[in-house]
Each structure stands twice: as C-alpha cells, then as structure tokens.
C-alpha cells in the first residue's frame, strides 16, 4: 500500500506517483488490475482526493494505466511488450567505426602540437594572433553595447547568408583595404575556415571528385575533403608558389594561400597566379582561395586577389581568426551570386545561421572604429616582432643552416631544413627545453621537406631572441 512520508521533500503527489510506478514496474501491480477509486483511495492513504487524481492522472498520461468509461482504471499491458528484454544489460548502440574521422583528428592534434599536454616558456604558435587587455575591454564594450541594441526580433531564426549589417561591413572593408568589391548577397558567414571549406564540399563537390591541395599545406583544408571523402591529391609549393602543371587532370577543385603560403610562406608570383586563373577558366575548377593573413604585410601593400581577377569561378575566404581572435568563430565566403546562393541552401538545410550575439557583436566592433584601430595597433606590434624573429634567426647561426622563407606577409616564418634532417627530434629536445617550435611534417601530404613554421605573434621581441637561441643551441 502506498504511504506518505512527512520529511520528504519531494511533493506528496510524486511521491505517491513513484510509488505507484514501481508498483506497476515491478509486477505488484499485474497487468489489468483495477486501481482503488480514488476518492477511497484518498481516504485510505489521507490525502485529498485531488492529489490521488493527479497521481492517476500522471499514470494515464504516461501509459501505465488505461481507463474506460465502465471499467475505471487499470494497468495497461506495457511490460508485455519489455519481459522479454529484461535479461539484456542496456548499453545503447554501439557507435560506427569512423576510421576516416579518428585518422583527421589525430592529424589535427599532431598540427596543433597538443597544447593541453604540457606548458612551455615560449611557444612559436603560428595558429593564434597576438591579444592583450585594451582588446578585451573593446570588445566587451561591443558586447554590451550590442546586447542593449538588440530587439526581441534578433532573437528569431536568422538569414543563412549571415546577419545583413555585418555583411555590409565586411563587403565595406573588403573594398576599401583588399580591392575586392562586390554585393552583399556574394558574402555567406560560416563559424571558421574548416565550416566554409566542408560547405564547399558539401555544396559543389560530388563524393570522391579530385581535389588539388598545396603540399605543404593547410592540414585541416585536406582532412575536412578527405572525411567528405573526396580524392584529395598533393601538388607540390616552390618558391613561386603551387606548381600549377603538377594539378591533377580531373581535377574539380584547387585549395590555395596565394598571398602567403599556409606553411612554407611564400607568395605566389604573378605568372603563376595567370597560369592558375588560365587554367581554372579552360578547365573549368574551383578555386579556393584562402586569404588568412595577408592583411599583416612587412613590404608593400596587401597583393591583389585572385578573385578581384576571377570572380567567377574563385571562392574567397576570409577569417577573424588571424585579424582578431580565433574564439570569435566567424570567417565569410565570398563568391559569385550562384554559388554562394547554393552555400547558403545547404547552410539552411544544416546549420541554419550562426549565433546571433556574436554577429552582432563584431558588427559593432567594425562599425564604431575598434576593428580597424586594432589592426592598426597590432600592425605595429607584428611587424617589430617580425624584425626581432628575422634578425635573431640570422644572428644566432640559423640562417646559414637553414633557409629562412615567407618573411613579407603573415604571421609566420619557415626555417628550412634539408630532407635528411632530424626535425622531430630536435622539436622534442626543444620542448624539453620549455620551447614549442612546430615541425614541418603535419604540414606535408607527401612532400619529404623538413624544417619549422616559426609563428611569432603571441611571443615578445625579448621572448623571440631568447627562443631563437636556444633553438639554435640544439640545431646547429
């Protein structure tokens, strides 16, 4: 029989409900039985008869009783259904070997360098950009100022292009600081640069169409092909560039980072910029052209785009990652009306549209002035640590052992070493060292090249040389 405890801090209808359903589940109560009447059923436990009401009520609506309107109430024949079952030990199914996706993860971490496994002194990253306090306070002005802004309609299911007043101001800067002047139905926002290249995959490539991609090159642009399982084929990088006759034949599309290489450096020359866009047009390809970082600059200006060239058949990309923080989570695709109108059906088909705080937030940002006098301020700050790299790389031995590239544009630099060189085990000596420099290798699909990509962004000029001789104090 069923009982109320007076301490219990549950209310006397759960209680009573819990009891009743472990009644039922357990057998005391047999399929078909009749339940008491409620309003005996209240006297005999003393409670109202409303709360034996709500327990019944609760019973009913979950299936575990049936009622008629001459039969009253009665458990339903549900554990019929479960006997059979009760001897097996419930674990859920078993997840799908996924040997594609555990095989890019693994690839990711080891380009990473697994930052989580140990602290250093000075990490050369080349992943993240430089942050300080007069950045946070800005945003979190723009985060303030954003919110207070909002309506209750920004809270609603947003465009799949992406908040239109951002993409305004993303269209404004692309034509005044990188020539690239277009519409803003041409701009779809994503959450990073491996959103907007699945989205690609997944929008205007088949499964296992021929994808060219630099090697080396941007690791996360190959894993994200190959688990769309594309045929992802390496073309080698000299020091003009992608080698544009090495592209495969039956290939629909080429990854590149003309303005500057995502490993190696170098900026791709203008004749082979040609020969590529000539290529694409005969043969009809993609190109995705990833323009990371070319906004920091040590010699000129920013070179043009290949999509202020080729706007037809060039995919631009664009990210915050390197110009604010990768934390922000938003980069945009630029192309033609066509295409990216295709993105954004399969973006509302699968991601819908990105939060929408953040968007407003970084319209904010832009718009009243903190973008553009943080890369102004940060402009300054890379480019002396750009000097003090370059100039404790030549002094402390490096640069006569090895080759320095990439020193005009980005935020790191590559130390090449020759194909027989040990560049795992002298990365290993370094950590050991409290020093993080990240090896050439996960960079490679099949290039035997060795040496480090030296980012030098999050680390001071005082940091830099320090770190630089003590590299060179193990690899020379």
């Not at 009743?20 to 005391?28: E, F, K, L, P």
Request: negative net charge; contains cysteine.
């Amino acid at each position: 029989m069923m009982k109320v405890t007076r301490n219990d801090n549950r209310p006397i209808w759960q209680q009573l409900l819990d009891q009743a359903i472990h009644n039922i589940t357990s057998g005391i109560w047999a399929p078909g039985e009749l339940l008491i009447p409620s309003r005996e059923l209240a006297h005999i436990v003393g409670v109202s008869r409303s709360t034996i009401q709500i327990v019944y009520e609760e019973l009913l609506s979950r299936g575990y009783t049936v009622t008629s309107r001459r039969g009253g109430t009665r458990v339903s024949k549900w554990n019929q259904v479960t006997e059979s079952t009760k001897e097996i030990v419930i674990d859920g199914p078993t997840p799908p070997s996924l040997p594609l996706l555990n095989s890019a993860v693994d690839q990711l971490h080891d380009w990473f360098r697994g930052k989580e496994q140990q602290e250093v002194d000075i990490d050369f990253s080349p992943h993240e950009p430089y942050l300080d306090g007069l950045f946070q306070k800005n945003w979190r002005q723009s985060l303030l100022h954003a919110s207070a802004e909002m309506d209750l309609s920004s809270w609603a299911y947003g465009n799949p292009y992406g908040f239109t007043p951002l993409r305004e101001q993303i269209q404004r800067y692309l034509s005044l600081e990188r020539g690239v002047h277009i519409q803003t139905n041409q701009i779809l926002l994503t959450s990073g640069a491996q959103h907007s290249i699945d989205l690609i995959a997944q929008s205007l490539l088949a499964d296992g169409d021929t994808v060219s991609v630099e090697d080396p090159g941007f690791p996360a642009a190959w894993m994200a092909m190959k688990y769309r399982r594309m045929n992802v084929v390496p073309v080698p990088v000299d020091e003009y560039g992608l080698v544009v006759e090495r592209i495969h034949p039956q290939s629909k599309l080429i990854f590149v980072t003309p303005s500057h290489q995502c490993a190696v450096g170098v900026v791709m020359s203008e004749p082979r910029r040609q020969q590529l866009l000539h290529k694409a047009a005969k043969e009809q390809f993609w190109i995705i052209e990833d323009d990371y970082d070319s906004e920091f600059r040590y010699r000129g200006e920013p070179l043009p785009t290949l999509f202020s060239q080729a706007s037809h058949n060039t995919l631009y990309l664009m990210s915050f990652s390197k110009m604010i923080a990768p934390g922000i989570r938003i980069s945009a695709i630029v192309g033609s009306v066509e295409a990216i109108a295709q993105l954004a059906r399969v973006q509302e088909l699968t991601y819908r549209h990105l939060p929408i705080m953040d968007q407003l937030t970084l319209t904010h940002f832009i718009k009243n002035g903190h973008f553009m006098r943080h890369m102004r301020r940060v402009r300054n700050v890379y480019r002396r640590r750009h000097e003090a790299m370059t100039k404790a790389i030549m002094a402390s031995g490096l640069g006569e052992r090895f080759t320095l590239s990439g020193v005009e544009t980005g935020l790191h630099m590559l130390l090449e070493a020759e194909e027989s060189y040990d560049e795992e085990t002298v990365t290993k000596l370094a950590l050991q060292q409290g020093i993080r420099v990240y090896p050439l290798g996960p960079y490679c699909l099949e290039s035997k090249r060795k040496g480090w990509v030296l980012g030098f962004a999050q680390v001071d000029e005082a940091s830099i040389e320090q770190g630089i001789y003590r590299l060179a104090e193990l690899a020379l």
